[in-house]
């Protein structure tokens, strides 16, 4: 089974400033015929189904905004939140969606100082 | 508006069966692959299973933790998804999501949740 581990587990970070959570994945999920990382990002907020923001590591999903993004390649992916704002706090989880069993990270939670 | 919204689930005890499903709407369900995750305070977002579509033979594919006990279905005619759970666990306390697999891009819908409460 592809291990996806995520840092850090959580983190605090200011209104306005830039919050970085990191993935890694024990193997690579770069699918070849296409080649993209197959590799996604989903924010998490109490009471709702989680949301995708990013997919193939860098895509942002339509309507996500453009303070989220994705990068990263081969088996280290970073999302990046700019100019974080209050409806950011939530856990974070990659997912990778390569191979079966499709796997997540453990999750990071974000919290807004 | 593409929908997919989930009914089933609630308390069950340990060995009991549970069936979830879920109906899609605003999009066209037989051409997807579909699965179900499952979210536990303890260890997160945990993939379950998946049924592919017709071309590919619905084939079906299962988290080992899940193998054996679990089997997911789908009635194209219905736009109809359904989880049936046997020999359920403790462990499998959750809430369950059914999730539209998009074309390479990951989960990119999702039901509301449906919450399997596995308890004596």
């Known amino acids: 089974d592809v291990v996806m581990i995520q840092s850090p587990d959580s983190l605090a970070v200011s209104l306005g400033e830039r919050a970085t959570i990191n993935c890694r994945s024990s193997q690579n999920v770069l699918y070849r015929p296409d080649g993209n990382e197959y590799l996604s990002w989903y924010q998490l907020k109490p009471g709702q189904p989680p949301k995708l923001l990013v997919y193939w590591a860098s895509t942002r999903e339509p309507g996500v905004p453009d303070r989220f993004s994705g990068s990263g390649s081969g088996t280290d992916f970073t999302l990046t939140i700019n100019r974080v704002q209050a409806e950011d706090a939530a856990v974070y989880y990659c997912e990778q969606y390569y191979s079966s069993p499709y796997t997540f990270g453990q999750g990071t939670r974000l919290e807004i100082k | 508006e593409e929908k997919l919204v989930q009914s089933g689930g609630g308390l069950v005890q340990p060995g009991g069966s549970l069936r979830l499903s879920c109906v899609v709407s605003g999009f066209t369900f037989r051409i997807h692959f579909m699965d179900w995750v499952r979210q536990t305070p303890g260890k997160g977002l945990e993939w379950v299973g998946r049924?592919?579509?017709?071309?590919?033979?619905?084939?079906?594919d299962y988290a080992a933790s899940v193998k054996g006990r679990f089997t997911i279905s789908r009635d194209d005619s219905k736009n109809l998804l359904s989880l049936q759970m046997n020999g359920l666990k403790t462990e499998d306390t959750a809430m369950y999501y059914c999730?539209?697999?998009?074309?390479?891009?990951?989960?990119?819908?999702w039901g509301q949740g449906t919450l399997v409460t596995v308890s004596s």
């Open positions: 049924i592919k579509d017709k071309p590919n033979d619905y084939g079906t």
């Open positions: 999730v539209r697999a998009g074309y390479g891009k990951g989960y990119d819908r």
